[in-house]
């Protein structure tokens, strides 16, 4: 009987011990996760708070611009405030670059038909194409085709945001070669954290290197990119520099015979580019709004990061592309 009583006893003592493991492991978790939710809000509002600042700079330089002294009094700068809204619901605003290229386009005429985006103008042509990456696991191509996708953006490779290597995507090559033998067009985007001029038409280099001399159908696309969850190394790259960085990926594309383009939403746009300096440059905006919001002309409209694409076995983002007609 006192063995008996001893043996619950030490059932009685492991099964304590090993409830206070789970509590102890339940409890880290939680810690864990509100030590990741409070930096990310943390960064958010880093972020946030740079905009405003920016905004606010951009508001001091126009109202001391319009209230300059001229002989005549003949010349007055104006300047537009735009505002938009982000992908969180938040609203923004900023000074519109008068310098750049504004968009030809009338955003009333775009509408959403049997999933896919159309434009209801007959001085434009469209196509609709999607962007995919190792995300998207292995496509079927052929029957993306049958789906009515004219076109595709593969992901070449990307460079990491903490130490900065240059990785190729693990389905470059053969999303490069199903997209091609179903008789995609195909253009590129590489995923880029380059800190400088230098980093960036390394990245361009890249692409060059891994297309190895193979055609493209569409642009090279330089894709720079906020971190959010995590500290990059991009994160106190000022404006200038990411427009330095765009111009010299650009420039280094072209030196190798390949179209270039760049990829940004708005929130890029409005606070992190200097768009009067790349008004040359094709823009891919991203937006997934109901209508695009930017002021600043593009090409092609990401206009949906959760498309149902058949062949596509995870969900995808989707793109109208707009051609004007001669």
């Known amino acids: 009987m006192d063995k008996f009583k001893k043996i619950l006893k030490k059932l009685k003592e492991n099964t304590y011990q090993f409830t206070m493991i789970l509590v102890t492991v339940a409890i880290i978790f939680l810690v864990v996760v509100v030590i990741g939710n409070a ?30 002294d001229t002989s005549d009094n003949s010349s007055v700068i104006t300047r537009t405030l735009e ?5 969180e619901g938040s609203k923004h605003e900023f000074y519109l670059d008068n310098e750049a290229t504004m968009v030809e386009s009338d955003k009333s005429k775009f509408e959403l038909k049997d999933g896919y985006m159309t434009y209801n103008d007959d001085g434009y042509e469209t196509k609709i194409g999607i962007d995919v990456s190792f995300y998207q696991n292995e496509i079927d191509w052929e029957q993306v085709k049958e789906a009515g996708i004219d076109f595709a953006f593969i992901r070449v490779g990307y460079r990491g945001y903490s130490e900065g290597k240059l990785m190729i995507d693990d389905t470059f090559e053969q999303n490069y070669a199903g997209a091609k033998e179903a008789g995609i067009e195909v253009g590129l985007y590489i995923f880029s954290q380059a800190i400088n001029e230098d980093e960036a038409r390394e990245e361009a280099k890249f692409c060059v290197d891994a297309l190895d001399g193979r055609e493209l159908d569409y642009p090279i696309i330089f894709d720079p990119e906020s971190i959010l969850h995590d ?46 300096e790349l008004k040359d440059v094709t823009m891919w905006f991203a937006d997934y709004s109901s209508k695009p919001q930017t002021p600043y002309a593009f090409k092609y409209w990401q206009y949906s990061c959760t498309a149902n694409v058949p062949g596509v076995p995870t969900e995808c983002d989707i793109n109208i592309e707009l051609i004007p007609n001669e």
């Open 39 to 68: 930096y990310k809000r943390f960064k958010n509002s880093k972020i946030s708070e740079n905009l405003r600042t920016s905004s606010s700079e951009n508001a001091a330089t126009s109202e001391s611009s319009d209230s300059s």
């Open 83 to 87: 505002t938009f809204m982000d992908a």
């Open 231 to 276: 500290e990059a190394r991009t994160d106190d790259v000022t404006k200038e520099q990411f427009t330095a960085n765009t111009l010299a990926f650009c420039d280094e594309i072209e030196k190798n015979g390949y179209e270039s383009g760049l990829y940004a939403n708005l929130m890029w746009q409005a606070y992190m580019l200097n768009m009067a």
